[in-house]
C-alpha cells in the first residue's frame, strides 16, 4: 500500500519560516520523481517545486523562486520543502506527490493528504 504522509503545516506569520516533510512508503522511491503542490480556497491546484528522483535537479514555480527550496533524501524515503519570507498569499493546503513514467510510458502517480498552511498575523 502506497502513502504518503506530509507533516510540517501550521499557522505562521508573514515573514515567516516552515519545514514541510512528506514520508513515503510502499514504493521504490528512489524511482520516483517528487513534487509538492498547493491549493487555495477557490482556485485550482498548482505545482510549487519538483526534484528529479536522483535530485539533480529542481524547478519552482515562479512565485516562490528564491523563498522556497525543495529536497529529498532517499535514504529515508523523504522529500521536503523549506519555505522562507512566506507571505499570506502562499496561503494553502499543500500536498506531496510522487510520479514515475515506465519504459513504456505508462505512469504511476500517488498523492498525499494535505497539510495545511496558513500564513496570517
Known amino acids: 500500500q502506497v502513502q504518503l504522509v506530509e507533516s510540517g503545516g501550521g499557522l505562521v506569520q508573514p515573514g515567516g519560516s516552515l519545514r514541510l516533510s512528506c514520508a513515503a512508503s510502499g514504493i521504490t522511491f528512489r524511482s520516483y520523481a517528487m513534487s509538492w503542490h498547493r491549493q487555495a480556497p477557490g482556485k485550482e491546484r498548482e505545482l510549487v517545486a519538483a526534484i528529479t528522483s536522483a535530485g539533480g535537479s529542481t524547478n519552482y514555480t515562479d512565485s516562490v523562486k528564491g523563498r522556497f527550496t525543495i529536497s529529498r533524501d532517499n535514504a529515508k524515503n523523504a522529500v521536503y520543502l523549506e519555505m522562507n519570507s512566506l507571505k499570506s498569499e502562499d496561503t494553502a493546503v499543500y500536498y506531496c506527490?510522487?510520479?514515475?513514467?515506465?519504459?513504456?510510458?505508462?505512469?504511476?502517480?500517488?498523492w498525499g493528504q494535505g497539510t495545511q498552511v496558513t500564513v496570517s498575523s
Open positions: 506527490n510522487a510520479r514515475r513514467v515506465t519504459v513504456a510510458k505508462y505512469e504511476y502517480a500517488y
